[in-house]
C-alpha cells in the first residue's frame, strides 16, 4: 500500500475494498488551457483530487461533459475570461483497476450527501477518492457534478499515465458553447 498523511474513514476502506475494480479502454475528453500538455494531471483543490498527494487527471466520457465542467468554472467569474484559448483533447485511456460509481445515488454509502454534490464543499469526495489511492485503485468512474456525463479520475502516480495517447486537439469555441448551452 502506498503511504499517506491521511487518516482514512475505516469504513470507507472496507466498502471500497469490498469493490470489484474493472479495467478501462476508451475514449476521453479533456481541456487545457492553450498549450498545456493534455495528459499532465493535477494537483490543485478539486472534487476528486487529494491535494499535494498525488497528481490527478480529470476528464469526461463526453465531450459535452468536458465542456460543461470548464464551461461552469469559467462562468463563475464576474466577466467571461476572453483572451484565454482552450483545447479540448480526445485521449485514449487504460486503466486496470478502476472504481466505477453508476450515477450520484450510488455515492450516498460514501457519506456522500447528494443533495450538496454540485457545491464546493470536497470534503467526503476527497476523503473517498484519497482512500482509493491509498488502496492503490487506478482511478474512478464518477457522475459529473455539472452535466448528465461521467468522468474517468485517473491517479497519475499508477501505471496508467503511458496509457494516454491523444487522438486530436482542437480550439474550443466558447463563444458557440455559451449560445448553445445560454450562458
Do not use: C
Amino acid at each position: 500500500m502506498s503511504s499517506s498523511s491521511r487518516v482514512h474513514d475505516r469504513a470507507i476502506l472496507d466498502a471500497l475494498d469490498a469493490m470489484d475494480p474493472i479495467p478501462f479502454d476508451g475514449t476521453v475528453w479533456r481541456i487545457t488551457r492553450a498549450g498545456r500538455e493534455a495528459t499532465r494531471g493535477s494537483t490543485s483543490n478539486g472534487r476528486w483530487n487529494i491535494g499535494s498527494t498525488a497528481e490527478v487527471l480529470y476528464s469526461s466520457l463526453d465531450r459535452d461533459g468536458a465542456l460543461g465542467e470548464i464551461g461552469f468554472r469559467l462562468s463563475l467569474e464576474p466577466v467571461w475570461p476572453s483572451r484565454i484559448n482552450h483545447e479540448i483533447h480526445q485521449i485514449s485511456a487504460q486503466s486496470e483497476r478502476t472504481l466505477e460509481f453508476a450515477d450520484i445515488a450510488s455515492l450516498s454509502a460514501f457519506d456522500i450527501d447528494i443533495s450538496r454534490y454540485q457545491s464546493f464543499d470536497y470534503d467526503a469526495t476527497q476523503a473517498l477518492a484519497a482512500a482509493a489511492h491509498f488502496l492503490e485503485f487506478d482511478g474512478l468512474l464518477v457522475p459529473s457534478a455539472r452535466h448528465n456525463s461521467t468522468n474517468l479520475v485517473l491517479f497519475m502516480d499508477r501505471d496508467v499515465a503511458g496509457t494516454l495517447e491523444v487522438q486530436s486537439t482542437e480550439l474550443v469555441d466558447w463563444t458557440a458553447w455559451r449560445r448553445k448551452n445560454g450562458v
